[in-house]
Structure formats: C-alpha cells, structure tokens
C-alpha cells in the first residue's frame, strides 16, 4: 500500500514567506554595511594621523597674533593687614597693522597617504601710538615703561625657519624666544623696548614661518589690512572674517582682508587676561582638492538602498517570470554589492575617486549580470537586469558629485523607484500562493 506524500504547507511557497526571507536577508547585510563604514573611518583617521605626525616635525596649523606692547606695572594689595605688590601687565594694540602673507605649498606622503604643508613669508609693518596707562587707572609711578616689550603670539614655535630683525622707529632690535607673560598668547616671541617719549611707534619685522593646514591671522590692528598669495589652488577661507577680495585659480589664489577694531569684542588696551583675542582670528585652510575617504563614506550610506532594489528587481523577475532564485542566490548578490565599496575604498586610495568608482561600478556591474545569466538562463532578463544595476550605479555617482542637493535628487530617485515597483506590481495577487492573477498568461519585463 503507498503512502500518500504530505503536501507542502502552501505558505511556504507564498509570496508572503520570500518577502519575509528577503528582508531578513536585507537586515542581515546591514552587518557588512555597518563593517565598511568602520573600515573607512578607520582608514580616514589613519590619514588624520598621517597629517599630525608630519605636522608635529614640519608645524602645525599657524595662528599670528600680535604684535602687542605690554607694559608691566606693580598692582598693590592688601593681605594680613600688610601691603603686597606684585607685577601685572597692561596690554596696547597697534593703530595698523599691514601683513603681506607669501606662502607656498608643498605636498609631503607618508606610503599612500599624503597632505599638504607650506612655508609663509610674512612681511609685517605698522605704528603704535604712544601708550596712555592712564585710561587703564594705573598709576603713573607704578609703570616700569624701562621692562616694556613687544610680543607676538605664533601657535608652534617649531615652525620658525629664521630670526629676522625687528625693527623699531628704525632701530634693529632682537628677538627672544617665548613670551613673559600668558595674558594673551602662550607661546611666541618678544622684544624688549624702550618707550621713549614719542606720538607715534613705526615697527616692521618678517617671519619665515612653517606650518600645515591652515594660516591664521588676528586683528589686533584699530586697522588691520591682511593680503595673501599663494600658488595653491584649493584655499577654504574660514574663520571670524571672510576676505573683501578674492581670486582663486588653478594656479594659485589672492586674497585681502580689512578689518576695523569696530569689527571685534575687545578694545585697543585692557589690563591682564581680561579679553581672548583669537576668538577673532581668521585665515583660510590649504586642503586637498579630492577627499576620497568623505565620497565614500557618503556612498556607503546607500549600500541598503542599492542592495533593497537589487533584491525587489530579482523579487519580479521570480514571481513575474516564474523563475525560482534561491536565499542563497540573494545573498551572494548581496555580499558583490557590499564588495563594491570595499573596492572603491581601496582604489581610491590609490587612484582617485572618480576613476575608481568607473572601475568599482563596473567590475560589479559585470560580475552580478554573469551571476544572473547562470540564474535566469534568459538574455533579455540578464540584459534588463545589467541596465538596470547600471542606471543605479549612474544615479548614486550623480548624487555623491551633487552635494548641495543631494536630498532632492536622492528623493526624486526614491520616489520613480517606488513608482515603477507599484507599476510592475499591479497584477500580483498577494493572497495567492501563484504570481499572477491570471495563471494562464505570464508576464515579463
């Protein structure tokens, strides 16, 4: 007597249960999503270290501030009923100040990674008007105008190349490391000056400065009038001001900048620690003209979205054409998808972005539509497949080169794939264990 076979449970071949397995299968590849995003931040702040480390032997992004006269007095108090003094400073800006910034780049690498130093000329000229303590309330016997000198304040000292002279009223006078007092700046230079009795202070000096990243300025001047050039063609003016003027080539870039004392939160002279001028500061960035490492990064956050419409067009080709695609099949579609990125990361350390997106793009592209040819045995299928794949890779390439409306596009996008799905699956009967309403008639892409 035969034993009857049992039936399979129709739920098991339902439509129902491949969406089901498929957005498992999409949950599941967030795991080598979210492993790539890691590999890239791993690889951006391995060029971050890149940069420090050269940095730190080269200089560090450099901030110029001063030059400020500072005057010490004696400050009187009262403790255990006894009177103490002790050595304060009062601190004078300059009337104008005039910085004529040359500065040239110059791209060091460490293996693959590389970034951008530069040496500055600075050629820096002004007056000081003759210093009034008595706006400050500091009595005239308590100032020693004989211990007054002049500071400038430079972030990394490491970066100076040369000790030019500095000339004040016309005297040559010598530059000493370090700063006697951190009111204002904590690392620099002075000069010890004499205060004779005069209207007016004319002083002029040069800096040959190294540095890396960026090239800062404060405007301590009641007029302060900056203007730099440089042969490098990718400046990012940052900071508390924007230039006047600018002019950016490939060649190279000039800009001015004029700022008043109007302009800033603190006044021409203070006492002490009162006010932080290098809130004030501004300058421009030397950066690199392509950042593979934000592109990918940016490129990576879609991986979900390719991989979601990847499986929805194999999803209608199975239920569409009755061709059977196997969880497995899914998945190693899936995993070639994630590959892509790890191959843009790589290349594009290597090569660029844009070429190695072309490559990336189109050795998946290539590898998934031969992967289906086996799948659907059908080359009109595999060629709509191949089209398709390649107007997504199009449109992500599009997106990522669009920053600024990236989310419109992105949305458009979105909106025209949620189109075409609803389209393509207007005759699918959900509640039947078959694709299509009419069993008799198969449709095809």
């Known amino acids: 007597m035969e034993v009857p076979v049992p039936k399979r449970s ?25 492993m790539i995003r890691n590999l890239i931040s791993e690889r951006e702040q391995t060029q971050l270290d890149v940069t420090s480390e050269i940095g730190s032997k080269w200089g560090y992004g450099q901030t110029v501030n001063g030059p400020v006269l500072s005057i010490p007095y004696y ?48 050629k820096v000229s002004g007056s000081f008007d003759f210093p009034d303590t008595d706006k400050l309330k500091i009595e005239r016997g308590s100032v020693m105008p004989d211990d007054a000198f002049v500071q400038v304040g430079i972030t990394d000292m490491r970066g100076m190349q040369q000790a030019l002279p500095f000339e004040w009223n016309q005297q040559v ?3 000493e490391p370090g700063i006697p007092t951190g009111d204002i700046s904590g690392s620099g230079f002075h000069v010890k000056i004499s205060l004779e009795e005069s209207d007016r202070y004319d002083f002029h000096f040069e800096l040959n400065l190294n540095g890396s990243d960026h090239l800062y300025f404060v405007p ?39 700022v008043l004392h109007l302009n800033r939160n603190y006044p021409q002279s203070w006492k002490g620690s009162a006010y932080h001028t290098e ?41 569409l054409n009755r061709r059977r695609i ?11 998808i994630s590959i892509f990125y790890v191959l843009l990361l790589s290349l594009g350390e290597q090569i660029g972005f844009n070429l190695s997106y072309l490559i990336s793009s189109a050795s998946i592209v290539g590898l998934i539509t031969a992967y289906t040819e086996s799948i659907f045995r059908h080359l009109k299928l595999t060629m709509i497949l191949g089209i398709c794949l390649v107007l997504l890779y199009v449109f992500l390439f599009i997106l990522i080169q669009l920053q600024d409306y990236a989310l419109l596009l992105g949305s458009i996008g979105l909106f025209v794939a949620m189109g075409l799905i609803m389209y393509t699956s207007r005759n699918v009967d959900w509640y039947s264990t078959t694709s299509l309403k009419n069993q008799d008639k198969q449709i095809g892409f």
């Open 10 to 34: 129709s739920f098991w071949q339902s439509i129902t249960f491949k969406l089901i397995i498929i957005g498992l299968l999409i949950l599941i590849m967030l795991i080598p999503g979210a």
């Open 75 to 122: 400050h009187y108090i009262k403790q255990d009923d006894k009177e103490c003094r002790e050595i304060r400073f009062a601190h004078f800006l300059p009337g104008e100040l005039e910085v004529d910034a040359d500065v040239t780049p110059e791209i060091r690498y460490r293996g693959i990674y590389k970034t951008v130093v530069y040496n500055s000329v600075l």
């Open 173 to 175: 006078l010598e530059v």
């Open 220 to 258: 301590v001047g009641k007029s302060t009038n900056i203007r730099m050039n440089s042969s490098w063609g990718h400046p990012r003016f940052d900071g508390a001001f924007l230039p006047d003027k600018r002019d950016i080539t490939d060649n190279g870039f000039k800009a001015v900048w004029h």
């Open 279 to 319: 809130e004030s500061a501004f300058g421009c960035y030397l950066i690199l003209p392509v950042d593979q490492y934000q592109k990918t990064m940016r490129t990576s956050k879609y991986a979900i979205m390719f991989i979601t419409l990847t499986f929805m067009i194999f999803f209608f080709v199975e239920i």
């Open 326 to 336: 196997h969880p497995v099949q899914y998945l190693l579609v899936g995993l070639s």
